[in-house]
């Protein structure tokens, strides 16, 4: 049951009805406060952690049950998670307008061209893939102290400029609305309950992360080993990342593929597989730093690195390790249907690896040589990179 600000004046006459019916009604002190007295059901606080009313629904299937969420349930909110105990069909829900709602009608903004997203229980840096000039962001603040830290936040990478909206208590008598250049706030208490709108604008010098694969290298590492943007680019479209899907990534160096795969939907998982523990942590840094901290990094070597992964993904990448035994055999062994193995070499022994796959399993292979331009006395000339050869298990795939 979805209930705002408004409380039970808001609700719709079938959603009162279920609440008059429940026997056991679920809520925050908030949402229970909204009741009126003659609601007789038994009221019980939300446990801590949440997980833990789980269990306790489970025991009360059969009786008229009642859980009380602000606004849509289904919309960052307990909705979604209350389906993996309780099949849907045994729900109903009565849903009132959400957060994102109120505050795209309040300034008037077509919400979907706008990217909704949280910082309730969330890192900050989860903002970063969605900052871009004239972007518009919609964000769900953790407390009152959440504007002065994203203004903050929005200030160091170089979106001084953006005009920051708090819209406090939506729904409420008490609803109010502040705005301000982010450079131009001044720290202020907001209402804990808050959304945060962000009408960007990037400094000509603002680090924007873009949608395109191929990223800077300075994006994921200061040095060190990674796959060249250019090789990148070619690399994450033969892994076609789709919403949903997980990748392996074996042998991760920088992570710079894996994060890459995160980046394209916030739907995706992927699990980074390093050898070097100090790569490891590295790539869990930056993982973090780009807002893909779901990023699982694993210390392992490439040859016992199979073993202690579950699942089956539908995409693997073999950037390190490639001249372990039997490895893309085993790579090929666990992918899932429609799955695909891209992997790559810049050394010949490697090389005579990939040839065999090609021969054994299909696929195509590549052959990329990259030259950047660098100085060369006082002109300038081409810089070689070595060239690296690459091989795609399902390089054709089906096309409409």
């Not at 679920?26 to 949440?50: C, K, N, T, Y």
């Not at 300075?218 to 994450?236: D, H, N, P, Y």
Request: glycine share 10%.
């Amino acid at each position: 049951m979805g209930i705002g600000l408004g409380g039970w004046d808001d609700l719709a006459r079938p959603a009162r009805a279920a609440i008059r019916a429940a026997e056991i009604i679920i809520g925050g002190p908030r949402h229970l406060a909204a009741l009126p007295d003659d609601v007789i059901g038994e009221r019980r606080a939300w446990p801590s952690p949440f997980t833990d009313v789980f269990p306790m629904i489970q025991a009360w299937r059969g009786r008229p049950v009642v859980v009380l969420a602000t606004g849509d349930p289904f919309w960052f909110g307990a909705g979604a998670s209350l389906t993996h105990v309780v099949a849907p069909a045994e729900i109903r829900t009565w849903p009132q307008p959400s957060a994102f709602s109120l505050a795209a009608a309040r300034l008037g903004w077509a919400l979907q061209h706008v990217d909704c997203l949280s910082v309730h229980g969330r890192a900050m840096d989860d903002v970063v893939p969605y900052l871009a000039d004239r972007a518009r962001l919609l964000i769900l603040s953790w407390d009152g102290d959440t504007p002065d830290a994203l203004v903050a936040f929005l200030n160091e990478r170089g979106f001084g400029d953006s005009i920051i909206t708090v819209l406090g208590d939506l729904g409420s008598a008490d609803e109010a609305r502040e705005s301000a250049a982010a450079k131009a706030w001044t720290p202020r208490a907001a209402a804990a309950l808050n959304v945060i709108a962000v009408d960007c604008v990037a400094a000509p010098t603002a680090g924007v992360l873009g949608h395109a694969p191929g990223r800077a290298e300075g994006w994921f590492t200061r040095g060190g080993q990674i796959t060249k943007r250019e090789v990148r680019a070619v690399v994450l479209s033969l892994l076609a990342p789709a919403a949903g899907e997980t990748l392996w990534d074996i042998g991760a160096g920088s992570g710079a593929i894996a994060i890459e795969w995160l980046l394209a939907d916030r739907r995706n998982a992927a699990i980074a597989v390093e050898a070097r523990a100090d790569r490891a942590a590295d790539i869990e840094a930056a993982a973090a730093r780009l807002g893909a901290g779901r990023l699982v990094v694993q210390h392992h070597r490439a040859d016992s690195a199979l073993a202690g992964l579950g699942g089956r993904p539908e995409a693997i990448f073999i950037g390190g390790g490639l001249t372990t035994p039997g490895l893309i055999d085993a790579c090929m062994a666990r992918l899932a249907p429609r799955g695909r193995v891209v992997a790559t070499s810049v050394t010949l022994e490697g090389e005579a690896v990939l040839l065999a796959a090609y021969e054994r399993w299909g696929g195509r292979l590549r052959h990329i040589a990259v030259a950047r331009s660098a100085p060369l006395g006082e002109l300038t000339g081409w810089q070689p990179q070595r060239p690296i050869v690459i091989w795609s298990s399902a390089d054709e795939q089906a096309h409409p």
